[in-house]
């Protein structure tokens, strides 16, 4: 079992990402900081100074399942499975990728059982930290290294 974090804004967990699993069996987290930012960006209309709470997770990732990104209206998500305790990508996202193809490609969907039943707040997914950024009215920067 290894020990990482990963990021999410509380907007994502409210609305309904199904390309990995239901997020009522369960919540998302992103692996990458830098494509949840960029993403959340570009979901937002950005005018003047605004101030952005990004969560930072530390997940005991346990034993996952690589899974191909399902999307479109007739696909239906991957329930959880028993004896695991997350859904992964099998893709890896590239820098060539588009943003929404990065996005997804980034998510961790995180499950627990308790007997039979998957519970909605899994116990090895622990807030860690909250992070603000402020976006000053200009554009984010494209690029994190700078």
Same mark, same amino acid.
């Given at each position: 079992m290894s020990v990482s974090l990963s990021f999410s804004f509380p907007v994502y !967990?409210?609305?309904?990402?199904v390309v990995l699993g239901h997020s009522k069996y369960?919540?998302?987290v992103?692996?990458?900081?830098?494509?949840?930012?960029?993403?959340?960006?570009v979901r937002?209309?950005?005018?003047? !100074?605004?101030?952005i709470k990004m969560i930072v997770f530390k997940i005991v990732e346990g034993k996952q399942t690589a899974a191909l990104v399902r999307k479109g209206p007739k696909l239906q998500p991957i329930a959880p499975t028993a004896q695991f305790t997350s859904h992964c990508s099998v893709i890896t996202p590239k820098e060539?990728?588009?943003l929404e193809k990065q996005f997804d490609q980034s998510q961790i969907f995180l499950y627990e059982?308790?007997?039979?039943?998957?519970?909605?707040?899994?116990?090895?997914?622990?807030?860690?930290?909250?992070?603000s950024?402020?976006?000053?009215?200009?554009?984010?920067?494209? !690029?994190?290294?700078?």
């Open positions: !967990n409210f609305v309904s990402i369960g919540i998302y992103c692996k990458y900081a830098d494509v949840c930012i960029r993403h959340a960006s937002r209309t950005w005018e003047g !100074n605004v101030v060539t990728d588009d059982f308790e007997g039979r039943e998957a519970i909605k707040r899994p116990h090895h997914c622990l807030p860690y930290a909250i992070v950024l402020i976006q000053d009215g200009s554009q984010w920067p494209s !690029n994190f290294d700078d």
